[in-house]
Nanobody, 123 residues
């Protein structure tokens, strides 16, 4: 399964964006999916993960502002981002969940990364 991200753009601080991720095949059998982000020069960061049963984890910096969701019927993953700030500027990617948030570690097998979608928070 490959993923194609969309929905990024330029937004003012305090604004909102909804990112979408379209999978090339069924995601129903993929237990955990995630959104990641990467700032130029930095490593890619796991931001939010969601299981098939709807169990969700967020990194502290986005908790309360971002909402991850998945639609297994449409093979889509979403990230609703509210109250955006400058630190949210990054390229956002979706993929199988792999990595650690708090006390939770996912061990999924990553697929080839897509192009990502750029989110820029600026006045």
């Amino acid at each position: 399964v490959q993923f194609v991200e969309s929905g990024g753009g330029l937004v003012q601080p305090g604004g909102s964006l909804r990112l979408s991720c379209a999978a090339s095949g069924s995601i129903r059998s993929i237990e955990s999916l995630a959104w990641y982000r990467q700032v130029a020069g930095n490593e890619r960061e796991l931001v939010a993960g969601i299981t098939n049963r709807g169990w969700i984890k967020y990194v502290p910096s986005v908790k309360g502002r971002f909402t991850i969701s998945r639609d297994n019927d449409k093979n889509m993953v979403y990230l609703q981002m509210n109250n955006l700030n400058y630190d949210d500027t990054a390229v956002y990617y979706c993929n199988v969940a792999r990595g650690t948030i708090g006390g939770t570690t996912w061990h999924g097998d990553l697929t080839t990364w897509g192009q990502g979608t750029l989110v820029t928070v600026a006045p």
